[in-house]
């Protein structure tokens, strides 16, 4: 079973880091200080920010395909953060640690299957959905809130 997560790219946030509040506004983003462990998921880097850190809470559209499942939500982006996240065949621990939602879609953004999962769970899952030559990706959400977490790719 081969999979791909990434996390979105520095390139598309980085100019948003070091406005300021009224700038981030204008973008319907807001900035917030990471203040507890595993309370700040960074989707960049795919890492759970360290105290201190700053945060921006923007919107993010995790499926643009013209279909029911159109989906945009709040994520958190590092402020600062350098490089995108790529791991082959391996959950970052942002991801294992929590309670998801994932999310199989096919190629033109129709969900063929789902599951919540946690852990090694969320392998079982991956390795079910590419039994289904159909399945293009697994979107992560986080089960309570619904954010978006990361893409799982074939």
């Given at each position: 079973?081969?999979?791909?997560?990434?996390?979105l790219?520095?390139?598309?946030?980085?100019?948003m880091?070091?406005?300021?509040?009224a700038?981030?506004?204008t973008?319907?983003?807001?900035?917030?200080v990471c203040n507890?462990k595993?309370?700040?998921?960074d989707?960049i880097?795919m890492?759970?920010?360290e105290?201190?850190?700053?945060l921006?809470?923007?919107?993010?559209?995790?499926?643009?395909k013209?279909?029911p499942?159109?989906?945009?939500?709040a994520?958190?982006?590092?402020?600062g953060a350098?490089?995108t996240?790529?791991?082959?065949?391996k959950?970052?621990?942002?991801?294992?640690?929590?309670?998801?939602?994932?999310?199989?879609?096919?190629q033109?953004?129709?969900?063929?299957?789902a599951?919540?999962a946690?852990?090694t769970?969320?392998?079982?899952?991956?390795?079910?959905?590419w039994k289904?030559?159909?399945?293009a990706?697994?979107?992560?959400h986080?089960?309570?809130?619904?954010?978006?977490?990361?893409r799982?790719?074939?």
């Amino acid at each position: 079973m081969e999979f791909i997560i990434r996390g979105l790219p520095v390139e598309n946030y980085n100019h948003m880091f070091g406005m300021t509040d009224a700038e981030l506004a204008t973008h319907g983003a807001k900035r917030y200080v990471c203040n507890a462990k595993a309370s700040f998921p960074d989707r960049i880097e795919m890492r759970d920010a360290e105290i201190g850190e700053t945060l921006l809470l923007i919107n993010h559209t995790s499926m643009d395909k013209n279909t029911p499942y159109k989906a945009s939500h709040a994520i958190f982006v590092r402020e600062g953060a350098t490089k995108t996240y790529e791991g082959r065949n391996k959950i970052p621990p942002m991801l294992f640690d929590r309670i998801l939602s994932l999310r199989a879609f096919d190629q033109a953004g129709m969900m063929l299957d789902a599951k919540i999962a946690t852990g090694t769970e969320i392998k079982t899952f991956i390795a079910q959905a590419w039994k289904n030559e159909n399945i293009a990706h697994i979107d992560a959400h986080t089960a309570t809130r619904g954010c978006f977490m990361g893409r799982i790719e074939r």
